[in-house]
T-cell receptor, first 113, second 113 residues
Framework: NAGVTQTPKFQVLKTGQSMTLQCAQDMNHEYMSWYRQDPGMGLRLIHYSVGAGITDQGEVPNGYNVSRSTTEDFPLRLLSAAPSQTSVYFC????????????FGSGTRLTVV | DQQVKQNSPSLSVQEGRISILNCDYT??????FLWYKKYPAEGPTFLIS?????DKNEDGRFTVFLNKSAKHLSLHIVPSQPGDSAVYFCAASERAAGNKLTFGGGTRVLVKP
């Protein structure tokens, strides 16, 4: 099993550009989430999904869109990149139920110049 | 305002000794708590969890203690090993919010040989 796969690992964008961060999991997990990690602030939830076709906002959703057309994939779209979106982005998936810890991908380091 | 706080950004400990990591929370609705470990350039990995109906949970060298009245939890690592050097995040969730996690800012642990 590959677990949670994120692509790309690194990306540099110019202000105003758009892009999609890809996330795929092969564990048939219902729950998927996107987090961003910034120094001293831990991981903050951007968007999450409890199943295909169902998404909701997290703590810091502005400037990001998501969709969940399949159980496996949960892409994160940056609509118009801003320097404040420079961060490390993590995708995670989990079985239903809070007793299961999330499995995280290895992250995408994004720099917006 | 951060609902989950890790007030010690870093901790240095000698190999073989105990590492104690602390975490405080403000949301009294949180009823499930987790610890994650993160190495550089990797995603966080689930370490141990505890439900609010318990005050202690053990898994090998790792023990998590929960003090609900003080809204405080701690992670004990005994004995500490050089491979434990990493950033540790505590996280919390509430039943009404499903499987969404709120993370603390992290504590960087350095275990000296």
């Amino acid at each position: 099993n590959a677990g949670v796969t994120q692509t790309p690992k690194f990306q540099v964008l110019k202000t105003g550009q758009s892009m999609t961060l890809q996330c795929a999991q092969d564990m048939n997990h219902e729950y998927m989430s996107w987090y961003r990690q910034d120094p001293g602030m831990g991981l903050r939830l951007i968007h999450y999904s409890v199943g295909a076709g169902i998404t909701d906002q997290g703590e810091v959703p502005n400037g990001y869109n998501v969709s969940r057309s399949t159980t496996e994939d949960f892409p994160l779209r940056l609509l118009s990149a801003a320097p404040s979106q420079t961060s490390v982005y993590f995708c995670a998936s989990s079985l239903e139920g809070r007793t299961y810890g999330y499995t995280f991908g290895s992250g995408t380091r994004l720099t917006v110049v | 305002d951060q609902q989950v706080k890790q007030n010690s950004p870093s901790l240095s400990v000698q190999e073989g000794r105990i590492s104690i990591l602390n975490c405080d929370y403000t949301n009294s609705m949180f009823d499930y708590f987790l610890w994650y470990k993160k190495y550089p350039a990797e995603g966080p990995t689930f370490l141990i969890s505890i439900s609010s109906i318990k005050d202690k949970n053990e898994d090998g060298r790792f023990t998590v203690f929960l003090n609900k009245s003080a809204k405080h939890l701690s992670l004990h690592i005994v004995p500490s090993q050089p491979g434990d050097s990493a950033v540790y995040f505590c996280a919390a969730s509430e039943r009404a919010a499903g499987n969404k996690l709120t993370f603390g800012g992290g504590t960087r642990v350095l275990v000296k040989p």
